[in-house]
């Protein structure tokens, strides 16, 4: 299983990785003749710049001053596509967004959320996820979407709680 961080404290520089995923989603767009617009298109770079889950109505706020108001379900719709495209995923528990750490091949993923600092890792596999899927499946349970959320404390945020200060 391999741990891979949505939020910014990546070694990557930010305008790589922005550069990086808005590249992907574009080719990913093309590859299956769908639109994305310029609207969806700085939504999904606002999730991804965003050090944290972000949810729609902050989108709105990060997005007026490029394009004024904009109605939220102009947004909505956008998030909506760019979570069926996989480009994002919606955090359930705190009805907000973040950046797929793998889009474009499909993958069950679990998330890993402080709950001090709100930093969000994506974890993606099924390793967390298979028991519930047999065990669903055993009770002739047929399951069509499973979202799986850890909440707690990341490491900075369990570090500062015994004592050290924050970096």
Known sequence: MIATPVHVSSDEPLDARLSTRLA???????????????????VYAAIVVSDRPIG???????????RGR??????????DFLVE??????????????ACC???????????????????????????AAPSAEASSAHGFEVHRQVVEL????????????GAPLS
């Open 102 to 128: 793998d889009a474009g091949r499909p993958h069950q993923s679990q998330f890993l959320i402080c709950d001090t600092c709100g930093a969000t890792v994506e974890i993606a596999g099924s390793a967390l």
């Open 151 to 162: 909440s707690g404390l990341c490491a900075a945020c369990r570090a500062h709680a015994n």
């Open 24 to 42: 992907n989603a574009d080719a990913l767009a093309a590859e299956r003749g769908v639109a994305l617009t310029p609207l969806r298109r700085q």
């Open 70 to 79: 904009v109605p939220p379900t102009t947004v909505y719709r956008a998030l």
């Open 56 to 66: 729609a109505y902050d989108l709105l706020s990060a997005l007026e001053p490029q």
């Open 85 to 98: 495209q996989g480009f994002v995923h919606r955090i359930e528990s705190k009805n907000a967004f973040v």
